[in-house]
């Protein structure tokens, strides 16, 4: 059976959704356009590594959402996005909602995730 852990998409969201203080997140539909097939908000969030730029986010998640029927487990986990990236859906309820979370690989790795549209 080639399915991740559970834990591994908490893991990616714990690992690359990790905030500095100044918590300044940035929700790149607001000059992209919504993700995915629930056009949901892309968000680049700040870690210790900064905050990715919204074109590298957009590409990421597009390779995603391109490669996840294929994915790993019920998560759908993929990696060896853009060369350092790993995304995979969210657990339940929010998985369902189009929620993903992505984080680049590495100690100080930056991170995307999606969000329903506000």
């Known amino acids: 059976m080639n399915a991740a852990p559970k834990n591994q998409t908490q893991q990616l969201h714990a690992n690359g959704g990790a905030k500095t203080k100044s918590d300044k997140d940035v929700n790149c539909s607001t000059k992209g356009g919504k993700v995915g097939p629930q056009h949901v908000d892309l968000i680049a969030v700040q870690t210790d590594a900064g905050v990715v730029g919204c074109t590298e986010a957009f590409n990421v998640i597009t390779e995603y959402f391109a490669k996840a029927p294929h994915g790993e487990g019920p998560g759908r986990r993929v990696l060896d996005i853009q ?36």
Do not use: L, M
């Open 83 to 118: 060369g350092s990236w790993s995304c995979a859906k969210a657990p339940e309820p929010e998985g369902s909602k189009g929620v993903v979370y992505c984080g680049e690989q590495g100690p100080d790795g930056r991170a995307i995730e999606t969000a329903p549209a506000k």
